[in-house]
């Protein structure tokens, strides 16, 4: 079963960039399909963003388009989300995932099933 480790989270300003990493431990990623999420305290978890690991696709929530990045380091096996512009409202726990279908491109939560433990941003307004 695949282990997922984020790292890179912590306590920023309004504006400042943050990156965040997402290694998949023991290996490769074993799903080609990796999503990005995040939950604010009493709030429901919800999608920031998807990428293919082989064709290198990518997709965002609205609400961060353009101000994240998702990239990914074969050689590292790992994905990043790279973060500008932040704003308090994107203070949450961070969380990636793998869906439990093979190549399912979805932004859904409930069909991931493999999460990380989740790396925590503060944004200081």
């Known amino acids: 079963q695949v282990q997922l480790v984020e790292s890179g989270g912590g306590l920023v300003r309004t504006g400042d960039s943050l990156r965040l990493s997402c290694a998949a431990s023991?290996?490769?990623?074993?799903?080609?399909?990796i999503g990005w999420f995040r939950q604010a305290p009493g709030k429901e978890r919800e999608f920031v963003g998807i990428?293919?690991?082989?064709?290198?696709?990518?997709d965002y929530a609205v609400s961060v388009k353009g101000r994240f990045t998702i990239s990914r380091d074969k050689a590292k096996n790992t994905v990043y989300l790279d973060m500008d512009s932040l704003k308090p409202d994107d203070t949450a726990v961070y969380y990636c995932?793998?869906?439990?279908?093979?190549?399912?491109?979805?932004?859904?939560?409930?069909?991931?099933?493999?999460w990380g433990q989740g790396t925590q941003v503060t944004v200081s307004s």
């Open positions: 990428v293919a690991w082989n064709g290198g696709g990518t």
């Open positions: 995932a793998e869906p439990g279908s093979r190549g399912d491109w979805t932004t859904k939560v409930s069909e991931y099933v493999y």
């Open positions: 023991g290996g490769t990623f074993s799903n080609d399909i």
